[in-house]
C-alpha cells in the first residue's frame, strides 16, 4: 500500500503563486507513475502534471509553462510549483500514484484563486 500526504493549498490572488507538496509512505523509486490531478466544482477529475515512469513528465496544456512538477527522492515527495494563477485553476488537487497496478489517492488540498 501507498499512502499519500498533501501540503501546500491556500488561499491567493490571481497572478500569485504556491508550491504543494505530496509525500508518500514509501520510496517514490518504486512507484510507476506520480503526480496531480485537480477537481473543480462540477466538474471530472482531470489532470495536471504527473511523472510517469520515473523522470518523463506529461503536463496538462491548460498549465504548461505555469506549473513545474519536481520531486526529492530522499524525502520520497513530489512537488508542484504553480505559478501565475488563474481563477481557473481554483480546484481541489489530489496526489495520486501507481503502485503495482493500484492507483492511491491522497485526501486532497483546495487551492482557491480569488482577489
Known amino acids: 500500500q501507498v499512502q499519500l500526504v498533501e501540503s501546500g493549498g491556500g488561499l491567493v490572488q490571481p497572478g500569485g503563486s504556491l508550491r504543494l507538496s505530496c509525500t508518500a509512505s514509501r520510496s517514490i523509486f518504486s512507484i510507476n507513475t506520480m503526480g496531480w490531478y485537480r477537481q473543480a466544482p462540477g466538474k471530472q477529475r482531470e489532470l495536471v502534471a504527473v511523472?510517469?515512469?520515473?523522470?518523463?513528465?506529461n503536463y496538462a496544456d491548460s498549465v504548461k509553462a505555469r506549473f513545474t512538477i519536481s520531486k526529492d527522492n530522499a524525502k520520497n515527495t513530489v512537488y508542484l510549483q504553480m505559478n501565475s494563477l488563474k481563477p481557473e485553476d481554483t480546484a481541489v488537487y489530489y496526489c495520486?500514484?501507481?503502485?503495482?497496478?493500484?492507483?492511491?489517492w491522497g485526501q486532497g488540498t483546495q487551492v482557491t484563486v480569488s482577489s
Open positions: 495520486t500514484a501507481n503502485y503495482l497496478e493500484y492507483d492511491y
Open positions: 511523472f510517469i515512469s520515473g523522470s518523463r513528465t
